[in-house]
């Protein structure tokens, strides 16, 4: 038997429909009111379905005993097939529904189109019946078997018209081949032409198969039969909104100048100026939807949020502290966000507060981490070192991400054994995290350990062969001693044909041609280096390679231009002294 991943889109209306009620006791005659104990009746509005005149003999109360308990038990297949059984048996409309549920409930495609083709059958004038039956068939992508249980439905009356067009549109955007979808909707929906719903659904398939200029022309049909339809017009602004973002956003202003109250429409234009990062605007249509709804703390906050996207800082302040009076937000993000303002503030304190007080959710952990950074900045090291043991990290990547903030910060503080020791014992939980790697092979370089720093990069190229940094680093070491020459090389070029666009590595293969002994291929390489970034030891470079081509002044030149940049650059001064002592 084949399975099948159902659409939900009547499950509410079908177990509605289909409540179980307890058994009725001890009755061997069945009647036309309870000829089926087990079984709901109708609801009391629907007509009620011709029943058959059925006596309730033992084996059927087997039946009904089994499939109960089998459901109860959670054995949905058999509970399946004694129902069915039982409804093929009995003919009762009822028992047919109860097995239709049954089925649903057991995501068996083949057995629940039987289960829904039999209660149809048996309760033909049973909307749901055959909306189910059509929700199946569209599902398994038989639109043909579904097109007459389509029309009946559409027969049936205009709000039964109105709804099956909607449910259409739902199912059949899911569908493979939209192209298939899109004509089969086109055909179906041709005699209701009027009924504004027809081309709304035609346009959320036709978008679907990628047909832009069918799907804007039928929207706009239904727009100007229903011009009030806040559907419609959403629909339209989103098809627009690719190509043509300002006529989408023009439409959406116009619409909500014309139907003010249109909540959905005026959120939806809001959220749209937003990714179009029109801040002002989009607070704007955020501030009208608070002032229609005050106590939306949700709405309220996205307005403080704003203002303070857009440098308000004051006006954001109030507004987030204005949220977090009311309650209903949650208050670690509100807090988070009060400390994410008071750092543009310059007031540390005032952040540092915030921060301390987002204790849990999403922010905590970078809450955590900004409180290590402006704890280090005032140069509290063990207190920074502190807030980031508290951060609870989640996934390996936030747990490589602390060591290594730690590490730096004792590397800045000049306790590079601290420093290494930290990577050390990160490494010990995360043994193949390139970031690790190559930060613990920095270290070790740092601290002299020349084989460690070697044998790390190589692990590091291990897990990672495509590690253009990992090349380099190992290559300009070679080279920057001015060992293995060529093998060094080879790895900077390496490294190079990764990322070529990288100064860095640019640097480093300018660096090799000098050692090489080719100075012009050298200095081409390390003025595009300089040119892509004005770092002082790439300077070093450039000016040392010039000097010793016998271009000293313009050597000189790129020394000093360098300094006035950089002052206190030890690489860059001790270059410069080298030649010009």
Request: hydrophobic share 45%; proline share 5%; glycine share 4%.
């Amino acid at each position: 038997m084949s399975t099948f991943r159902y659409k939900l889109i009547w499950l509410p209306l079908l177990l509605s429909a289909c409540a179980n009620v307890p058994h009725a006791a001890n009755k061997t005659e069945a009647s036309p009111a309870n000829a089926h104990p087990g079984v709901a009746s109708p609801a009391p509005a629907a007509a009620e379905p011709p029943l058959p005149n059925v006596a309730l003999d033992d084996r059927m109360l087997f039946e009904f005993l089994l499939g109960d308990i089998a459901a109860q038990r959670g054995r949905p297949e058999v509970a399946v097939q004694a129902y069915l059984e039982l409804a093929r048996t009995t003919r009762d409309p009822r028992v047919a529904r109860r097995a239709a549920q049954l089925a649903f409930e057991s995501h068996r495609f083949d057995v629940s189109l039987e289960a829904f083709q039999l209660w149809q059958e048996l309760e033909p004038d049973a909307p749901l019946a055959r909306q189910m039956l059509v929700s199946l068939l569209l599902s398994g992508g038989r639109l043909q078997e579904a097109r007459p249980h389509v029309e009946k439905l559409l027969a049936a009356g205009t709000e039964s018209a109105v709804s099956v067009f909607k449910m259409l549109a739902t199912m059949l955007v899911r569908m493979p081949d939209h192209k298939v979808a899109q004509d089969w909707l086109v055909d179906v929906a041709r005699p209701y032409g009027a009924l504004p719903e027809s081309h709304w659904a035609i346009a959320q398939v036709a978008a679907a198969a990628g047909k832009q200029e069918l799907a804007l022309s039928e929207i706009r049909v239904a727009r100007k039969s229903r011009p009030e339809w806040d559907s419609a017009a959403v629909l339209e602004a989103q098809l627009l909104m690719a190509p043509q973002p300002q006529q989408a956003l023009e439409l959406l202003r116009q619409y909500l100048q014309s139907y003010p109250v249109k909540k959905d429409v005026r959120l939806f234009y809001a959220r749209a100026l937003l990714e179009k990062k029109q801040y002002a605007e989009s607070r704007e249509q955020f501030q009208k939807l608070l002032e229609a709804s005050p106590d939306n703390v949700e709405i309220a906050f996205a307005v403080a949020l704003l203002s303070l996207q857009l440098g308000e800082l004051d006006r954001a302040q109030k507004e987030l502290q204005d949220t977090l009076q009311k309650g209903k937000k949650d208050a670690d993000t509100v807090h988070y966000y009060l400390g994410q303002l008071n750092e543009a503030k310059k007031d540390d304190a005032a952040a540092l507060a915030q921060y301390g007080d987002v204790n849990a959710g999403e922010y905590a952990y970078a809450a955590r981490l900004r409180e290590a950074y402006l704890l280090n900045r005032v140069g509290k090291l063990e207190q920074a070192r502190a807030a980031l043991k508290k951060a609870v990290a989640t996934n390996n990547q936030q747990r490589a991400m602390l060591a290594m903030i730690e590490a730096q910060m004792l590397r800045d503080a000049g306790r590079f054994a601290d420093s290494y020791r930290v990577l050390q014992d990160a490494l010990a939980q995360l043994p193949n995290n390139p970031q690790l790697l190559f930060e613990q092979a920095m270290m070790a370089d740092k601290l002299g350990k020349t084989d460690e720093f070697e044998q790390t990069l190589r692990k590091l190229l291990q897990v990672s062969p495509d590690n253009a940094q990992a090349y380099n680093a190992l290559g300009y070491s070679f080279l920057e001693r001015n060992i293995r020459i060529d093998e060094g090389m080879k790895l900077v070029e390496k490294a190079y044909a990764l990322a070529p666009d990288d100064s860095a590595i640019t640097d480093s293969m300018g660096w090799g041609y000098y050692r090489l002994g080719k100075l012009d291929k050298s200095a081409e390489f390390l003025r595009r280096a300089y040119n892509g970034n004005p770092d002082p030891e790439i300077a070093a470079h450039l000016g040392e390679v010039l000097w010793v081509k016998g271009d000293k002044q313009e050597a000189s030149k790129v020394w000093q231009d360098a300094l006035k940049m950089h002052p206190d650059s030890e690489p860059l001064r001790t270059t410069i002294k080298k030649f010009t002592p």
